[in-house]
C-alpha cells in the first residue's frame, strides 16, 4: 500500500478497445502521470491483442463461468459461503441468493463474516475452527496455513453436520479451483 501526503490518489480509468466492455484501471498518488499511464494503456492493450489474451478476456467475460451459486455446489445445508488461498490472495464465493438477496441481508451476512474472522485472528486467544450460531444462521469458521473459509449455514445445523458439510465443500474447491481462480496467467 502506498501513501500519499495530501491525501489524494489519482485513476486513469479506460477500455482496452472500442469494442470491449473491460476496463484497465491505473492508481497513481503522482498527478502528473496521465500521459505516462495513457502510454502504458496503450503498450498493455497491444500486447494483450498480439497475443490473444484480450479475446479470451472478452470472452471469458461474456460466458461468466466464474458466478455460481451456493446451490451449484450441491451441500444444501450451504447458505453462502467466502473461501481465500493465502498463497495467492484469491478469493472465491458464490452469488447472493436466497436468504441474502436484499443489500441490507449481504451487509448483515458480510458483518457476520467480520465478527468469525475477528475471533477466529483474536491475538490473545486465535482458535482455528469456530462455530457459531445466531438467529438467523449459523457460521463456521476455518483457518488453516493454507487457506480461510466463512460459511453460512441453515440455523439449525449441528456442529457436526457444519463440520461434514465444510469438508465437502473444501472437495468440491479442489475439484474446481482451475474455474474459480487464475492461477497460471500468462505473462507478457
Known sequence: MFVCDSGFVYA??????ETCNICLLMITVNE???HTLSNCRRLIAEKLTHFGCLKAIQGSAKENKSQYKASDVGIPEIHHFLYKTKSASLLTSP???????????QDRLLSLYQYVHQRLHNSRLPVRLLFHVG??????GRVTSGFELYIAFTPFVSKGAAVNAMDKLLRWIKKEEDRLFI???PTI
Open 12 to 17: 486513469h480509468i479506460s477500455y482496452l478497445d
Open 32 to 34: 502528473n502521470l496521465f
Open 95 to 105: 452469488m447472493y441468493e436466497a436468504p441474502y438477496s436484499s443489500q441490507s441481508e
Open 135 to 140: 438467529k438467523s444462521e449459523a457460521l463456521l
Open 183 to 185: 492461477r497460471n496467467s
